[in-house]
């Protein structure tokens, strides 16, 4: 029997559990081997999911190596998760057996605290996590490169039919990281100028998403060779090389917004700089030093940094629907399940363009 504890139902006996089958590291070495674990019985309102694909965030290479200090050995990571449902709870009623689902960052939350009721459970203080969280019960969770998974069915979107399900996966995490604050600060209207800062996982992405907005997009990166790609092969309006005096002068006070993935130290003020009076500077990377700021650039203007998490549910399933109208995938690189570590060796190195996306239902049984 399933019980609901903390917002996430746990099985109450060993016998209510199933067999999993997943990779896991089991040190700070982040080196993923196989895993054999169990997952809860499908509850009454629990959607099962037959795991087909599972992107590849950044953060899970942060997570095996223990690099943010509270990584829960063994872990199995993995948020950006596509499937089909295999089994429904008798009071599931959105989804059924064969629809095709996806699982994003978040399978637990108090639902009961103003967050939660906002449908912002991203900010729900007792949220659980897909992976590396722990339950009420004292459970670890355990994420998507593994062949199964057991949800409530209010933490489970609805993929469109249309989306390619390998290339959609990251959206469940890097999607929602950028479309939610860009639709909360209003940096979702047509003709309004949206700056991205770097072109990654989650830069690539909010390219496509302004442009399908209908704004001005354009792409802020140290690297010059990035230019061809941003412009040429993502449809972003123009590129700015940040170490560029005369370039990043020339771009003073033209954005209504600024979304800034990146993680390595760098420094905020020439990026206040591109703003319009009361504009926004979107922090959504997270770097592992502290960052310095003028407070100074800020005042002259009214311009304001934020940061934003993820997004909550209702805002992740309209994210996908639009993704869905609009045919926004990302840019992937699909590998086998062997070939995680290596892929995990070229993420450090910053080698992939622009995520890579595991191969589960194919490839996760022979791996290794």
């Known amino acids: ?82 499937g089909v449902v295999t089994e429904i709870g008798s009071k599931v009623a959105k989804f059924k057996i064969g629809d095709k689902a996806g699982v994003g960052c978040l399978i637990g939350s108090c639902h ?12 729900c203080s007792k949220f659980v996590l897909t992976y590396n969280s722990v339950c009420a019960d004292g459970a670890i969770t355990y994420g998507g490169y593994s062949d199964k998974i057991v949800v409530d069915q209010h933490f489970v979107v609805k993929l469109p039919e249309n989306l390619a399900m390998d290339k959609a996966a990251p959206l469940l995490c890097a999607g929602i990281t950028v479309y939610s604050p860009m639709k909360n600060l209003q940096l979702n209207e047509p003709g309004k100028h949206l700056g991205v800062v770097g072109l990654g996982g989650l830069g690539h992405v909010a390219v496509k998403f302004g442009k399908a907005f209908g704004m001005k997009v354009t792409v802020i990166s140290t690297s010059v060779k990035k230019r061809e790609e941003a412009i040429d092969r993502l449809g972003a309006d123009e590129f700015l090389v940040s170490s560029d005096p005369l370039q990043m002068q020339a771009a003073m006070g033209t954005m209504d917004g600024i979304i800034d993935t990146v993680s390595a130290k760098h420094d905020l003020v020439p990026l206040i700089a591109l703003l319009k009076t ?18 100074g650039p800020l005042l002259f203007g009214g311009k304001t940094i934020t940061g934003s998490l993820i997004g909550g549910i209702k805002d992740t399933q309209e994210m996908i ?5 609009h045919n926004i995938t990302a840019d992937i690189e699909l ?8 892929a995990m060796e070229r993420l450090a190195k910053a080698d992939v363009r622009y995520r890579f996306v595991i191969d589960i239902g194919n490839t996760l049984n ?3």
């Open 278 to 295: 009361k504009g926004w500077l979107v922090m959504i990377g997270i770097p592992e030093h502290p960052l310095e700021l003028s407070v």
């Open 335 to 342: 590998i086998s399940a062997d070939y995680v570590n290596k």
């Open 1 to 82: 029997m399933a019980v609901t504890q903390n917002g996430v139902k746990v099985a109450t006996t060993e016998e209510d559990r199933r067999k999993a089958f997943g990779l896991a590291a089991r040190d700070n070495s982040g080196v993923l081997s196989p895993f054999h674990f169990s997952r809860r019985a499908n509850g009454e309102d629990d959607v099962t999911i037959k795991i087909l694909y599972c992107g590849i965030c950044h953060s899970d290479l942060h997570q095996l190596k223990n690099e943010w200090k509270n990584t829960i050995y063994p872990c199995v990571p993995g948020h950006e998760i596509v």
């Open 321 to 325: 629907d639009f993704a869905g109208k």
């Open 112 to 123: 009961s605290c103003e967050s939660c009721n906002q449908n912002e459970e991203n900010y």
């Open 366 to 368: 022979g791996a290794f």
